[in-house]
C-alpha cells in the first residue's frame, strides 16, 4: 500500500458569513499534493485561493468534505490536533510578516522554536546554514527596516524553511517584488524545497514564475478547473472583446496562435498533445468555424516550422497586463500537454514575454 500524500483534499467546500448573509466561497473542491511536489494554485482575484490555502495550513477551519494533512483529519479536529499540523509547515505570505521589533536573525529564530527542538548549537547553526543559502549571512544584526522589499521576503523563507517542514504553504510570496527579485524568490522556494524534500503549495497572479511548478491547478469562482479548460475560457473572453472592438483582430489573433506554436515547436518536435491544446483554445475563440480554426492554426504552425514566422510584438503588445498575463499562461499550457516542459521551451516562453514588455 502506498503512502498517503501530505496534503489531500476532498470534496471540500466553504463558507463564508450567517443566515441570509452566507455565501459560498469553495465549492466541493478536491486536489492532491504529493511528498516533495511543487503545486502552483492561479486564477483570478475573489477566486478562493488563498481561503483553501489556510484551510491546508490548518490556520481557518474545514467546514464540510475531508481535508487531511499528514493523515491528520482536520475536519472537527481539536485544536491540539491542529498546532500539532501547524508545527510541521512552513508559511510564507505576501506580506512577509516579520517582527520589526528583531533583527534577521532574531526573525529566523522564531521557525526554529516552532518545530521540534534541537540543541543550541544546532540551532543555530541551521539558522546561519538557511541565511547563507538565502543571501542574507552578512545581515544578519541588521533591523527588518533596514532591509530592502526581496531581502525581508528572503528572511521570511528562511524562517519558514528552517525548522525544515515537511510542507511549505506560500501566498503571493512575490507579488510587492520587482521582476528580478521576484525570480529570486522563486527559486529559492525551489531549490530549498527540493534539498528539504518539501511539498510546495503556491498562490501567485505572477506567470513569470509558473516554470518551477510541478504542477497548475486553477481556482475560477470557487470551483477547481484544468488549466487548459481554463487557459481556453480566458482566452476566448480575451478575444471575442478584440474581436469586438478591434479591427484588426484577426492579425491579433495570428499572432496569439503564432506564439502557442512557436512554443510547441521550441523543441523541434511538435506533439499530437500540444496540437490538441492549440486547437482546444483557438475553437474557444472569435466565433471561429472548425475549418477557421484549423486554417489559422496550420498557418501559425508552418510558419514558425520554416522560420518565416513575423513577429508577435506589434499585434500583442496592445493587449492589457492582465491579457498578456493570459497568454503566458496559454504558453505553459501548451508547453506541458505532452507532460514535459523542456528547457527550450521555457526559452521560448521568456522570448516571447520580452517581446510582450513583460
Known amino acids: 500500500m502506498g503512502t498517503e500524500a501530505p496534503i489531500i483534499v476532498e470534496n471540500v467546500s466553504y463558507y463564508f458569513g450567517r443566515g441570509s448573509l452566507r455565501k459560498q466561497i469553495l465549492f466541493d473542491i478536491s486536489a492532491e ?53 501547524r508545527r510541521r509547515i512552513g508559511y510564507i505570505f505576501q506580506s512577509h510578516n516579520l517582527f520589526p521589533a528583531l533583527n534577521v536573525e532574531q526573525n ?18 541551521d539558522i546561519r546554514n538557511v541565511l ?37 504553504l506560500a501566498d503571493e510570496p512575490t507579488a510587492s517584488l520587482d521582476k528580478e527579485s521576484g525570480r529570486d524568490v522563486a527559486n529559492l522556494i525551489q531549490e530549498l524545497a527540493r534539498e528539504q524534500g518539501a511539498s ?12 518551477i511548478a510541478d504542477r497548475i491547478l486553477h481556482l475560477e469562482d470557487g470551483r477547481m478547473m484544468d488549466l487548459k479548460e481554463a487557459v481556453a475560457i480566458e482566452t476566448s473572453r480575451m478575444l471575442h472583446v ?51 480554426v ?12 520554416s522560420g518565416q514566422e513575423e513577429s508577435i510584438s506589434t499585434n500583442l503588445r496592445r493587449l492589457s497586463s492582465n491579457e498578456k498575463g493570459r497568454l503566458i499562461e496559454s504558453l505553459h499550457a501548451v508547453a506541458e500537454a505532452d507532460g514535459e516542459f523542456t528547457e527550450s521551451e521555457r526559452l521560448e516562453i521568456d522570448r516571447i514575454a520580452e517581446e510582450l514588455g513583460l
Open 33 to 85: 499534493v504529493g511528498e516533495g511536489e511543487i503545486v502552483i494554485l492561479t486564477g483570478p482575484s475573489g477566486s478562493g485561493k488563498t481561503t483553501l490555502l489556510t484551510m491546508m495550513g490548518a490556520l481557518r477551519a474545514a467546514q464540510d468534505g475531508s481535508l487531511r494533512i499528514f493523515g491528520q483529519e482536520l475536519l472537527n479536529a481539536r485544536e491540539s490536533q491542529l498546532v500539532e499540523v
Open 294 to 305: 484549423e486554417f489559422v492554426m496550420t498557418v501559425a504552425i508552418d510558419s514558425t516550422r
Open 132 to 168: 547563507d543559502r538565502v543571501g542574507m549571512a552578512d545581515h544578519v544584526r541588521k533591523r527588518i527596516d533596514q532591509l530592502s522589499g526581496g531581502q525581508r521576503q528572503r528572511v521570511a523563507i528562511a524562517r519558514a524553511l528552517v525548522a525544515e517542514p515537511q510542507i511549505v
Open 200 to 211: 510546495v503549495v503556491l498562490v501567485t497572479h505572477d506567470n513569470r514564475i509558473l516554470d
Open 242 to 292: 478584440l474581436a469586438e472592438h478591434d479591427p484588426g483582430a484577426h492579425r491579433t489573433l495570428l499572432s496569439f496562435a503564432t506564439a502557442l506554436a512557436r512554443v510547441a515547436h521550441a523543441d523541434r518536435k511538435l506533439s499530437h498533445e500540444e496540437v490538441d491544446v492549440i486547437r482546444k483554445v483557438l475553437s474557444e475563440t472569435a466565433d471561429l468555424s472548425p475549418g477557421e
Open 108 to 125: 529566523v529564530k522564531m521557525g526554529v522554536q516552532l518545530g521540534d527542538r534541537k540543541p543550541a548549537r544546532e540551532e543555530n547553526e
